[in-house]
């Protein structure tokens, strides 16, 4: 009767140990079930490019470009050996502005820079003045002056295009004429050599 009873209590302490082994077992693997939370890395701000500063007004293009600003009102005529962005003042700025603004209306900004350039290769051409104020006041030279909408008030845009042509970018590869085929009457302007076409004009030599 009393080994019954110390195999009894053998069979029971056994169990228990299974039971307590196996519920151990358990807590561990819903342990490692559970994942760890993901490392946060620090934000970082993103830092933007510097930009260049864009002109807006003729006084920006002159700075830009380092005129004189003592010269506002003198308007300078120039050879082509004596070119520089440095020899037209800053009303000759305002002046090329209105003639874009005016001529290019509507026109991308590439077609803005092809006006602006247009009109100072005839500066340099011996075909036209030498002057800026005289190209662009040269009688019927341009229809912006003729209608009216040279007087009209530039845009940021067309002070950036007037900046961009005096820093010597032409689009038009050196034209001196162009013309919108769609309103133009005169067929002489027609037989030039077509050089490129921006927008709704055609560049010529």
């Known amino acids: ?6 195999l009894v209590i053998t069979i029971l302490m056994t169990s228990l140990f299974f039971t307590m082994f196996s519920a151990q077992s358990h807590q561990v693997v819903a342990v490692t079930m559970i994942k760890a ?5 620090e934000e970082q701000t993103a830092i933007a490019p510097s930009e260049t ?3 807006e007004t003729k006084q920006d293009v002159a700075l830009l470009l380092n005129l004189p600003v003592k010269n506002m009102n003198d308007v300078k005529k120039v050879t082509k050996d004596q070119f520089s962005v440095t020899n037209y003042s800053i009303e ?3 002046m090329l502005a209105k003639l874009v603004n005016g001529e290019a209306r509507g026109e991308t900004f590439e077609g803005k820079v092809a006006v602006a350039s247009v009109t100072i290769n005839r500066v340099l051409s011996s075909k036209f003045p030498n002057s800026l104020k005289e190209v662009i006041f040269e009688g019927g030279a341009y229809t912006a002056v003729s209608d009216g909408q040279y007087d009209q008030r530039p845009g940021p845009e067309s002070y950036k295009a007037v900046y961009a042509a005096l820093s010597g970018q032409d689009p038009t590869s050196g034209a001196l004429f162009y013309y919108n085929p769609d309103i133009a009457t005169d067929d002489w ?10 927008g709704k004009h055609v560049f010529t030599r």
Do not use: A, F, V
Request: aromatic share 0%; proline share 15%; charged share 35%.
């Open 1 to 6: 009767m009393g080994c019954m009873k110390k």
């Open 37 to 41: 939370p993901p490392m946060i890395e």
């Open 53 to 55: 500063p864009e002109p």
């Open 92 to 94: 000759e700025i305002e």
């Open 189 to 198: 302007i027609r037989t030039r050599h077509i050089i490129k076409e921006i």
